[in-house]
Protein backbone atom coordinates (compact mmCIF):
# COMPACT_ATOMS: atom_id res chain seq x y z
CA UNK A 1 0.00 0.00 0.00
CA UNK A 2 2.74 2.12 0.88
CA UNK A 3 4.72 1.23 -2.26
CA UNK A 4 1.59 2.20 -4.28
CA UNK A 5 1.36 6.01 -3.20
CA UNK A 6 5.09 6.40 -3.65
CA UNK A 7 4.18 4.79 -7.33
CA UNK A 8 2.68 8.05 -8.68
CA UNK A 9 5.70 10.32 -7.18
CA UNK A 10 9.19 9.84 -7.90
CA UNK A 11 10.45 12.36 -5.64
CA UNK A 12 9.34 10.39 -2.53
CA UNK A 13 10.74 7.39 -3.72
CA UNK A 14 14.04 8.36 -3.76
CA UNK A 15 14.41 8.70 0.47
CA UNK A 16 12.40 5.28 0.93
CA UNK A 17 15.03 3.44 -1.15
CA UNK A 18 18.56 5.22 0.03
CA UNK A 19 16.58 4.52 3.48
CA UNK A 20 16.29 0.53 2.77
CA UNK A 21 20.09 0.44 1.46
CA UNK A 22 21.34 1.88 4.39
CA UNK A 23 19.15 -0.47 7.11
CA UNK A 24 20.61 -3.27 4.46
CA UNK A 25 24.29 -2.22 4.45
CA UNK A 26 23.85 -2.03 9.03
CA UNK A 27 22.11 -5.35 9.21
CA UNK A 28 25.39 -6.58 7.42
CA UNK A 29 28.05 -4.66 9.41
CA UNK A 30 25.82 -6.42 12.33
CA UNK A 31 26.13 -9.87 10.43
CA UNK A 32 29.36 -9.24 10.28
CA UNK A 33 29.85 -8.28 13.70
CA UNK A 34 27.84 -10.98 15.29
CA UNK A 35 30.19 -13.50 15.46
CA UNK A 36 32.32 -11.62 17.94
CA UNK A 37 29.78 -9.96 19.55
CA UNK A 38 27.11 -12.45 20.36
CA UNK A 39 27.41 -14.43 23.65
CA UNK A 40 27.33 -18.42 23.27
CA UNK A 41 24.89 -19.49 25.19
CA UNK A 42 25.49 -22.76 27.15
CA UNK A 43 23.60 -26.25 26.05
CA UNK A 44 22.57 -23.98 22.65
CA UNK A 45 25.57 -24.45 20.73
CA UNK A 46 26.58 -22.52 17.43
CA UNK A 47 23.59 -24.07 14.91
CA UNK A 48 21.32 -21.27 16.51
CA UNK A 49 24.13 -18.80 16.43
CA UNK A 50 25.15 -19.42 12.42
CA UNK A 51 21.20 -19.54 12.14
CA UNK A 52 20.74 -16.22 12.93
CA UNK A 53 24.20 -14.29 11.38
CA UNK A 54 22.22 -16.16 8.15
CA UNK A 55 18.95 -15.07 8.99
CA UNK A 56 20.63 -10.98 9.61
CA UNK A 57 22.33 -11.72 5.92
CA UNK A 58 19.24 -13.02 4.22
CA UNK A 59 16.78 -9.76 5.61
CA UNK A 60 20.60 -7.21 4.71
CA UNK A 61 20.31 -8.77 0.91
CA UNK A 62 16.23 -8.53 0.70
CA UNK A 63 16.25 -4.80 1.93
CA UNK A 64 19.54 -3.85 0.20
CA UNK A 65 18.09 -5.29 -3.72
CA UNK A 66 14.40 -3.74 -2.50
CA UNK A 67 16.46 -0.09 -2.27
CA UNK A 68 18.14 -0.80 -5.38
CA UNK A 69 14.86 -1.85 -7.26
CA UNK A 70 12.85 1.08 -5.92
CA UNK A 71 15.42 3.48 -6.79
CA UNK A 72 15.57 1.99 -10.17
CA UNK A 73 12.16 2.20 -10.57
CA UNK A 74 12.15 5.87 -9.73
CA UNK A 75 14.92 7.14 -11.87
CA UNK A 76 12.81 5.47 -15.17
CA UNK A 77 10.04 7.50 -13.56
CA UNK A 78 11.87 10.53 -13.56
CA UNK A 79 13.13 10.02 -16.68
CA UNK A 80 9.62 9.14 -18.36
CA UNK A 81 8.53 12.08 -16.48
CA UNK A 82 11.22 14.50 -18.27
CA UNK A 83 10.06 13.54 -21.89
Wanted: proline residues 5%; hydrophobic residues 60%.
Amino acid sequence: MILRKLQNSPEKMVPVAMALVVVGLSLTVIGIAWARLALPAPRIGTDWNDFFRGAIFGIAIVLEIAGVAIAASAAAAKKRKAL
